[in-house]
């Protein structure tokens, strides 16, 4: 994907472009959680299969990631957006039909069309603001959160006060992606497609990312903390319910939760975009997780809101995170897509166990305690993957350091070999003077 100058107007045009698909990537996953016991009742399934509502698209984002690279250098990035985006609101209405088919069979295509976004927008952002990856990333993942809180909030309200139902209060975010294919027709003016102009070029593009103990690393921390907030999306309104708040406040309280990650989103990745390494913030990311849900486990009931407001400040450092490391640990946009893809498939694939696993934990034992310690566990695991993806280096950057030590060893060897040739013959030639 080259580097291009943009003129201001096209710009103002790319940025709103950006802002309204990026609204579009959560609204559709977490305004689910809050409606799980209208659907249970509806369609009459478990809390094992109500989890797989939130299941399946990860399963999606795991499948399609890997590859969505190389369609993108095919058949240009702009219009596989584009693409992804009508799939997207085909995904959105045929979801909100009656019937259980429907739900999971619209679940997975919106699925397909949302990994497609996640895995192309932050290398579009490193390729058309190379100098702006923080500020770009906050707006980015501001976008994404902020819808992501209101849909969670006015999803019961919607299904039950404005009669709705469901099927209405999921069905009604297909207009945010419809307006979402309108403001990205004009990029398709562009319609790019990458080319490796210089050896240089095509030598940083052959990295191997699925070979990088580096990548793998910053692969595991996207999936840690996808299956963290994956998991509150889709059960933190049953885990409050099941504490005597009812499930419009519950719905609320998930919608504090995400607002309360809001200024992070921006602040974090321009704060880690000038730091040399982001090991602190891992730290403080950590710290924050283990608190709310340590607080959701023996804190004071009187106090549950404190928790669930930290615990949406470090999801949304996670998460911060995961998006710049994709740029920060890569050396242009085609790197950074490959990463992107290799992160979210196997990240994903992780995150995908999560909500499943705690509900069948919850119907097993019949008590949320387990379940939390497993978010505890996924914290540590956060933490020691994120010390390594933190680190100040690029993917690759071993392979060609031991490349270059290995020619650097080779040519002084040869070096060597000839001073010391030299030495013998120019001993040879001098006058025995005794």
């Given at each position: 994907?080259p580097?291009?100058?943009?003129?201001?107007s096209?710009?103002g045009?790319?940025?709103?472009?950006?802002?309204?698909i990026?609204?579009?990537?959560?609204?559709?996953?977490?305004?689910?959680g809050?409606?799980?016991?209208?659907?249970?009742?509806?369609?009459h399934?478990?809390?094992?299969?109500?989890?797989?509502?939130?299941t399946?698209?990860l399963?999606?984002?795991?499948?399609?990631?890997?590859?969505?690279?190389k369609?993108?250098?095919?058949?240009?990035?702009?219009?596989?957006?584009?693409?992804a985006?009508?799939?997207?609101?085909?995904?959105i209405?045929?979801?909100?039909?009656?019937g259980?088919?429907?739900?999971y069979?619209?679940?997975?295509?919106?699925?397909?069309a949302?990994?497609?976004?996640?895995?192309?927008?932050?290398?579009?952002?490193?390729?058309?603001?190379?100098?702006k990856?923080?500020?770009?990333?906050?707006?980015?993942?501001i976008?994404?959160?902020?819808?992501?809180?209101?849909?969670?909030g006015?999803?019961?309200?919607?299904?039950?006060?404005?009669?709705?139902k469901?099927?209405?209060a999921?069905?009604?975010?297909?207009?945010?992606?419809?307006?979402?294919?309108l403001?990205?027709?004009?990029?398709?003016?562009?319609?790019?497609?990458?080319?490796?102009?210089?050896?240089?070029?095509?030598?940083?593009?052959?990295?191997?990312?699925?070979?990088?103990?580096?990548?793998?690393?910053?692969?595991?921390?996207?999936?840690?903390?996808?299956?963290?907030f994956?998991?509150?999306?889709?059960?933190?309104p049953?885990?409050?319910?099941q504490?005597?708040?009812?499930?419009g406040q519950?719905?609320?309280y998930?919608?504090?939760?995400?607002?309360?990650?809001?200024?992070?989103t921006?602040?974090?990745?321009?704060?880690?975009?000038?730091?040399s390494?982001?090991?602190?913030?891992?730290?403080?990311?950590?710290?924050?997780?283990?608190?709310?849900?340590?607080?959701?486990?023996?804190?004071?009931?009187n106090?549950?809101?404190?928790w669930?407001?930290?615990?949406?400040?470090?999801?949304?450092?996670?998460?911060?995170?995961?998006?710049m490391f994709?740029?920060l640990?890569?050396k242009?946009?085609?790197?950074a897509?490959e990463?992107?893809g290799?992160a979210q498939?196997i990240?994903?694939?992780?995150?995908?166990?999560?909500?499943?696993?705690?509900?069948?934990?919850?119907?097993?034992?019949?008590?949320?305690?387990v379940?939390l310690?497993?978010?505890?566990?996924?914290?540590?695991?956060?933490?020691?993957?994120?010390l390594?993806?933190?680190?100040?280096?690029?993917?690759?950057s071993?392979?060609s350091?031991d490349?270059t030590?290995?020619s650097?060893?080779?040519?002084?060897?040869r070096?060597?070999?000839r001073?010391?040739?030299?030495?013998?013959?120019?001993s040879?030639?001098k006058?025995?003077?005794?």
């Amino acid at each position: 994907m080259p580097n291009k100058k943009i003129v201001p107007s096209s710009l103002g045009l790319l940025l709103l472009g950006i802002i309204i698909i990026a609204a579009n990537l959560r609204a559709p996953l977490t305004s689910v959680g809050p409606l799980v016991g209208l659907i249970r009742g509806d369609v009459h399934i478990s809390n094992t299969l109500a989890g797989l509502i939130t299941t399946v698209p990860l399963l999606t984002f795991a499948l399609l990631s890997p590859l969505v690279p190389k369609l993108g250098r095919r058949y240009g990035v702009e219009l596989l957006i584009l693409f992804a985006l009508i799939f997207l609101t085909v995904g959105i209405v045929i979801r909100s039909l009656s019937g259980a088919a429907n739900l999971y069979i619209g679940t997975a295509i919106l699925g397909f069309a949302i990994a497609v976004c996640n895995v192309l927008m932050p290398s579009l952002i490193k390729r058309d603001f190379p100098n702006k990856i923080g500020a770009m990333t906050g707006v980015f993942a501001i976008s994404m959160s902020l819808s992501g809180a209101i849909a969670s909030g006015i999803s019961v309200p919607l299904a039950a006060n404005a009669g709705l139902k469901w099927q209405g209060a999921l069905g009604i975010w297909g207009i945010l992606s419809f307006v979402s294919i309108l403001c990205w027709l004009p990029q398709l003016r562009k319609h790019t497609k990458q080319t490796a102009s210089t050896s240089q070029q095509m030598a940083d593009n052959d990295v191997k990312v699925w070979r990088s103990p580096l990548a793998w690393q910053v692969t595991l921390f996207m999936g840690m903390q996808s299956m963290i907030f994956y998991v509150l999306i889709a059960w933190l309104p049953e885990i409050l319910k099941q504490q005597g708040i009812d499930s419009g406040q519950s719905g609320w309280y998930l919608s504090i939760m995400q607002l309360a990650l809001l200024p992070f989103t921006f602040i974090v990745p321009v704060i880690a975009g000038q730091m040399s390494n982001q090991r602190s913030l891992v730290f403080i990311t950590t710290i924050l997780l283990l608190t709310g849900t340590l607080g959701l486990l023996y804190g004071s009931s009187n106090i549950i809101l404190l928790w669930i407001i930290i615990l949406g400040i470090g999801g949304g450092c996670a998460f911060s995170l995961s998006m710049m490391f994709f740029g920060l640990r890569t050396k242009n946009a085609h790197q950074a897509a490959e990463l992107s893809g290799m992160a979210q498939s196997i990240g994903y694939l992780l995150a995908a166990i999560g909500p499943a696993l705690i509900g069948y934990l919850h119907d097993t034992t019949n008590s949320w305690n387990v379940p939390l310690f497993i978010l505890l566990g996924a914290s540590v695991l956060l933490f020691i993957v994120g010390l390594g993806a933190a680190r100040n280096r690029f993917v690759g950057s071993q392979a060609s350091y031991d490349e270059t030590n290995s020619s650097t060893r080779e040519f002084l060897g040869r070096n060597t070999d000839r001073n010391e040739e030299s030495e013998l013959g120019n001993s040879c030639n001098k006058p025995n003077l005794n």
